[in-house]
């Protein structure tokens, strides 16, 4: 099993900068991919980004050159740098781990608001 807590979420406007942090507990060993999806009010959740173990990154199209994931192996931490914000980024972020032998979990959700 692998616990999540999100932090890093809140209000800033438009043009500003935020950073999510999710730490993983429990048996990180396992984890092969830790990702952010998101979901705004009336919409389906969608997916972010991705890091795999091997470092590998990818982002949906809207967030290129924006948004950074990174993880923090040591940490068990990934993080998501997100700048020139958006009041389309406006939505719940939640944290998101593939594991080999335990299948997926999710964190709780972050808010983030981006306003005019």
């Known amino acids: 099993q692998v616990q999540l807590v999100e932090s890093g979420g809140g209000l800033v406007q438009a043009g500003g900068s935020l950073r999510l942090s999710c730490a993983a507990s429990?048996?990180?060993?396992?984890?092969?991919?830790m990702a952010w999806y998101r979901q705004a009010p009336g919409k389906q959740r969608e997916f972010v980004a991705q890091?795999?173990?091997?470092?590998?990154?990818h982002y949906t199209d809207s967030v290129k050159g924006r948004f950074t994931i990174s993880g923090d192996n040591a940490k068990n931490t990934v993080y998501l740098q997100m700048n020139s914000l958006k009041p389309e980024d406006t939505a719940v972020y939640y944290c998101?781990?593939?594991?080999?032998?335990?299948?997926?979990?999710w964190g709780q959700g972050t808010q983030v608001t981006v306003s005019l």
């Open positions: 890091i795999t173990s091997a470092e590998n990154t």
């Open positions: 998101y781990v593939s594991t080999t032998w335990w299948g997926d979990f």
């Open positions: 429990g048996s990180t060993a396992s984890i092969n991919a």
